[in-house]
């Protein structure tokens, strides 16, 4: 059964940082393309950012220069570095297996002073 767990979320002011860890366990992320997505209170779930099998990554435009997606397939772990935080970055965080449609139970960012 895939199981995709998020963590790393919170609460931060504006201008600060958090990492967002996605934990997949039977499932192995090696060579597989990833995603992160975020929902706000009645927004629809839009895409932050992804990572192709091959290294390869893309992101929204919003967050371009800010956040970077990454791999330890050692660890079989997604991460998102989130720096310069804003208060429109909050949302509910999800982690996507691509691959597989499977989505994880999503962690909360909210950034606020």
């Known amino acids: 059964q895939v199981q995709l767990v998020e963590s790393g979320g919170g609460l931060v002011q504006p201008g600060g940082f958090l990492r967002l860890s996605c934990a997949a366990s039977?499932?192995?992320?090696?060579?597989?393309?990833m995603g992160w997505y975020r929902q706000a209170p009645g927004k629809q779930r839009d895409l932050v950012a992804s990572?192709?099998?091959?290294?390869?990554?893309n992101y929204a435009d919003s967050v371009k220069g800010r956040f970077t997606i990454s791999r330890d397939n050692g660890k079989n772990t997604v991460y998102l570095q989130m720096n310069s935080l804003k208060p429109e970055d909050t949302a509910v965080y999800y982690c996507?297996?691509?691959?597989?449609?499977?989505w994880g139970q999503g962690t909360q960012v909210t950034v606020s002073s």
């Open positions: 996507y297996a691509m691959s597989s449609n499977v």
């Open positions: 039977g499932y192995i992320i090696r060579f597989k393309p």
């Open positions: 990572i192709t099998g091959g290294g390869s990554t």
